[in-house]
């Protein structure tokens, strides 16, 4: 019913910047809140940053000040711009949306497939 695909990963050195990107399609009717979360290996899955349908966010404090989360209602994606990025913030990231799809008028949660942040000494 509903495909939630993010992209921009990779391997970067610490102090570099990457933006993920996370587009939701299928049978969309509206999309409360985008979240992404992130699991390194060994480590429980933790959410990393929210952003709810008017914009209001929120972050996991190692990340407030150098991680920027946003969104675009209109194509029904969310992105993460991460800055200052260091070593311990390598991690399989996914994105949730909360969505509730047409016709039914039901939410859900669905989740991305992952995209992989490596960041190097």
């Known amino acids: 019913q509903v495909q939630l695909v993010e992209s921009g990963g990779g391997l970067v050195q610490g102090g570099g910047s990457l933006r993920l990107s996370c587009a939701a399609s299928?049978?969309?009717?509206?999309?409360?809140?985008m979240d992404w979360y992130r699991q390194a290996p060994g480590k429980q899955r933790e959410l990393v940053a929210a952003i709810s349908s008017g914009g209001a966010t929120n972050y996991v404090d190692s990340v407030k000040g150098r991680f920027t989360i946003s969104r675009d209602n209109a194509k029904n994606t969310v992105s993460l711009q991460m800055n200052m990025l260091r070593p311990e913030d390598t991690a399989v990231y996914y994105c949730l949306a909360n969505v509730v799809t047409s016709p039914s008028w039901k939410s859900g949660n669905y989740w991305g497939q992952g995209t992989q942040v490596t960041v190097s000494l």
């Open positions: 299928g049978r969309i009717r509206s999309i409360n809140t």
